[in-house]
């Protein structure tokens, strides 16, 4: 009888299914969050390095206002707390990021309520959110205070016009790559250095916590199209450097819950935000284009597993006639 009773604790055990999202490996979300938090330290010292108090007080403002936000929504919706998982704090940090560094801290507070109750809660919770929910936040208070969401300023504290917004107006004189590279040019906060961004993104594909196929894919479309759509090859390099596209392909566009878990469907994916990110920088109003192409992408990704998933084997074929 014993024997019974420790069969099924075990069986119970195997057949435990937790909550989304899936991830069939020994790690824990919360150990894959941390993974992520980590790869983001370089990027963020790098901000506050860079952006002074300002960086600093984003990511703060962000991170708290993101974990209460999750926390009160779940115990509203008498749901577990989770705030644990420190999905929240990836959020946060990913918001903040995406922000200028004179941004107001109540735009800030805005912005993860809307990311954490209306993007992620409302629709289940981690693993259930269908896009990025900083990017969506993000979207959100560029609609909301356009202004304010595009007054950059430089790391000496004076506004000035973004290496896109350059390229975009064809007047005014862009930054030294080597300037682009360490991250000393005005744009969002998160976003201007890409070494740092790289070491972090280097950190997450050795700890394979994203598959580097959508971030690749997604930087050579990009690449490739702008060239198509005229871009002067001697430019390409800023469009690379500059803008959100290292932080959007590593860091967003490869977000579990909001991107396709299928192989094809990931190439898919990847290869539509490259080609939305050119047209939009090329042909669109704004300068850059990539949180919309994720945006975008987040929301075509149900049909494009549906397209992709693969066939049951010894699946019949649907009889049309009946």
């Not at 009888?1 to 604790?9: A, C, G, Q, Y």
């Not at 990017?135 to 790391?155: D, E, K, Q, T």
């Not at 066939?311 to 019949?316: A, T």
Request: net charge positive.
């Amino acid at each position: 009888m014993e024997d019974i009773k420790t069969n099924s604790v075990v069986l119970d055990d195997m057949l435990t299914v937790s909550a989304a999202p899936h991830i069939r490996s020994n790690q824990s979300v919360s150990r894959i969050m941390l993974d992520v938090i980590i790869a983001l330290v370089p990027a963020m010292i790098g901000s506050v390095y860079f952006f002074g108090l300002n960086a600093l007080k984003l990511l703060l403002v962000c991170c708290i206002s993101a974990v209460f936000f999750e926390a009160v929504i779940q115990k509203l919706l008498k749901k577990e707390v989770r705030i644990k998982d420190l999905s929240a704090v990836v959020t946060g940090i990913l918001l903040a990021f995406n922000l200028p560094a004179n941004t107001p801290w109540w735009v800030a507070v805005f912005g993860a309520g809307f990311a954490i109750i209306i993007v992620k809660e409302l629709f289940g919770g981690i693993g259930s959110n269908f896009m990025n929910p900083a990017l969506a936040a993000r979207a959100a208070l560029v609609a909301s205070w356009p202004g304010i969401m595009s007054n950059y300023i430089n790391p000496d504290g004076i506004s000035a016009a973004t290496p896109l917004s350059v390229l975009k107006s064809g007047s005014g004189s862009l930054p030294s790559i080597q300037r682009m590279l360490i991250g000393d040019i005005g744009g969002v906060i998160g976003e201007t250095s890409a070494i740092l961004l790289l070491i972090g993104a280097a950190y997450l594909i050795i700890r394979k916590v994203i598959d580097w196929k959508i971030p690749a894919i997604f930087i050579a479309s990009t690449a490739v199209f702008l060239l198509i759509f005229g871009v002067d090859a001697s430019k390409l390099i800023y469009h690379i450097l500059g803008g959100g596209l290292i932080l959007g392909a590593f860091f967003m566009a490869t977000d579990y819950s909001s991107s396709p878990v299928t192989p094809k469907g990931r190439i898919i994916f990847a290869l539509g935000c490259g080609i939305l990110t050119a047209l939009i920088r090329v042909h669109g109003s704004m300068p850059e284009g990539v949180s919309y192409s994720i945006l975008i992408m987040n929301v075509a990704s149900p049909v494009i597993e549906k397209w992709t998933k693969p066939r049951v084997f010894g699946e019949v074929k649907k009889n049309e006639n009946r």
